[in-house]
C-alpha cells in the first residue's frame, strides 16, 4: 500500500509540473511577446519620428535652396528686404570713384577686394601693360556727375545690377625718368560708363562687387 501511495504521488506531482510548466510557459511567451510588440511599436514610432524631420529639414532645405530668377527692382526688393535703391547707387558711384583711383594707383589689393575674377584680370593686364611701358599715372582726377539703374537681374540667387555713370574724367601720365606723356588734369574728359554689379542674396557681405565694364 505505501509503494502505491508513493507511486501515485510521483504521477501527480508529475502531472502537476507538466501543467504548471505549460501555463507558466504560455504566460512567459505572452509577456515576451507584449515587451517585443511594446518595443517594436516604440522603435517604429521613434523611426517614423526621424523619417518625419529629415523631410521637414529637406522640405525647408529646398525652400532656402529654391533658385531665385527673375528681373527688376521689385522683384529684387521681394527677395531681398534690405535691398534700397537710393542707399545702392550711393554705394555704387562712391564704389565707381574707388575702384578707378586704384585701377590708375596699380592698387591691386583693393581692387581684388571689389572685383570678381574675371573683371579683376582685365585691370590687372592694363595696370601691367602700363608698368611694361615704363608709365605711371601720377595723378587721378574723377567726379561722377549722374548715376542711374538701367537694368536689374536675379539669376540663380545673384543679382545682377547693371549702373550707367556719367562722369569727368582726367589723368596725368609720367614716364619713369618723369616726362610728361599727356595731362588731362586741367580739362576732364566726360566720360559714360555702364557697369553691372553683383552680389549673393544669401552672403553677409552687404558688399557688391564689379562684375563686368
Known sequence: MQYFDIILFAIL????GIK???ILGIKKNIINNKNFNEEALKNDQKEQANIKNIVETESENSMDTDNKNGSGINYLKSVD???????FLKGATKAFEMILQAKNAGDKKFLISYLEDKIYRIFEKEILEREMKGESIELTV???VKSNIEDTQTLDNIA???VKFLSEQGVKIKKSDGLTVSDTTD???KSEDVWTFSRP????NPNWKLFSV
Open 13 to 16: 506531482a508529475g502531472f502537476l
Open 20 to 22: 504548471l510548466y505549460r
Open 81 to 87: 528686404r534690405a535691398f534700397n535703391e537710393k542707399v
Open 142 to 144: 574723377i567726379k561722377a
Open 160 to 162: 545682377y545690377i547693371k
Open 187 to 189: 580739362k576732364a574728359i
Open 201 to 204: 542674396l544669401a552672403s553677409d
